[in-house]
């Protein structure tokens, strides 16, 4: 391993870090409030560690896989402790445990909160708790090299090690323009979002928050009954499609602005993607319309809001589904497993290898029938690879691993089931809220500092999709490093 590659890339996501605190700064002064300073004192700590790696000379300059592991693993774990500092040195979140809690949940897109009142934050504190989203929601690694193209071919080991997804490729030949394109669609649909939003009567900050953390695919609101505080239509439309369109493969808007508009509609997970969320949207309405509200129109207003904030593992609330039937409520925990598609800024396990295990499952049974045959998986026209598949296998076994882990950690605080499984399923995938005392209209202030450590690793873990964090506890992972 190449450790002043490693330190050296880290040093650069910290500055770009730093970078990412000036908005949350310049709305602070703009507000006039008197905690700004928390954000000049992060902004100086973050440099005063930042520049000296960044000052390290580099006799080897070629990354490896082993090393873009190791720098997006290191790089989300020292994002979110540095990006605690604001809430801890303000004194909005006194324990440093909840403030790291609290920003890795923001980073991972997760948008589980251990705050009870968040209306009384600072208009700045706000704002950094819900920026993290955006930031989160592409990944801070595509976002260092949109900025700093400079590691050039480098770059596509640490996309590898962090995007969504079963193989995050390149748009164009150059890693740094295929960030730069990326981004270039997420800023637009951002400024696309703020602008319906306040058009739809939803107050410019609050705008900005909630658009944050929808494309982000996060849920942070500023208000303490989240989107349902506004009981606005128009604005749970909104909402609603901009969650749907940050579920999908980025990738998928590139096509269509080079011409290719029916790109969406030739993509097996894409269609896989929107006929699992029209499925349970159908069934759902269907429930609740006989148990909990009182016409059809109400009823599928509250399903889709609610079936696409989980299954984007956006996270956003509507209604307490707390209330719903227990069919209801299981299908909505099926979901928190499914996530968004590959390419997208959602989580969970993705659509893509759902949609591969069940046509490996399907190949199987014909292999019983036909033990003579020779069946391929295919997505679309194309043959999916036995490489492929076996990841997809071997990414399903780790997910679950990971999930009975953390159940088995969580469930030393004495909780009840639907607590203690749904909160490690909802940081797992990404998602926020769950059942119980983590649920709707509910937080995870209560889980002793034991879990919420556990749980802040297990977002981490879910957002970079298992590998570079179970990959760097292992020791053999560090042998015969090259400095």
Known sequence: MNLRLVFKSIGLLLICEAIALIPSLIVSLIYKEQNALVFFDTIGILLSFAVPLCMISIKNKNMYARDGYAIVALGWIFMSLFGALPFYFSGAIPSFIDAFFETSSGFTTTGASILTNIEVLPRG????????????????????LAILPSLGARGIQMMKAESPGLNPGKLVPKVGETAKILYGIYIVITIVEIFLLRLAGMPLFDAFIHTFGTVGTGGFSSMNASVGAYNSVIIEIIITVFMFLSGANFALYYYMIKGNLRAPFKDSEFKFYFGIIAVSVLL????????????????????????????????YVSTDFEKWSM??????????????????????????????????????????????????????????????????????????????????????????WGTTISSVAATLGNIGPGFGIVGAVGNYSSLSDISKVALSLIMIVGRLEIYPILLISLPSFWKRVSI
């Open 327 to 416: 069919f209801s409520k299981i299908i909505i925990f099926i979901l928190m497993f499914i996530g968004g598609c590959a390419g997208s800024t959602g989580g969970a396990m993705k659509n893509i290898r759902i949609l591969l295990l069940f046509k490996i499952m399907k190949r199987e049974l014909l292999q019983i029938i036909h033990p003579r045959a020779v069946y391929s998986v295919r997505l679309g026209k194309k043959a999916v690879d036995e490489r492929t598949l076996s990841e997809v296998l071997g990414f399903f076994f780790m997910y679950i691993i990971v999930f009975i882990a953390g159940v088995l950690i969580i469930s030393l605080d004495n909780m009840d």
């Open 284 to 315: 759902i309405t269907l429930d609740i319309n006989a148990n909990i509200f009182n016409n059809i129109w109400e009823s599928l207003r509250y399903s889709s809001f609610q079936v696409v904030s989980i299954v984007t593992t956006t996270g």
């Open 125 to 144: 504190i706000l704002f950094w708790r819900s920026f993290t989203h955006w930031i989160g929601g592409m990944g801070v690694i595509v976002l260092t």
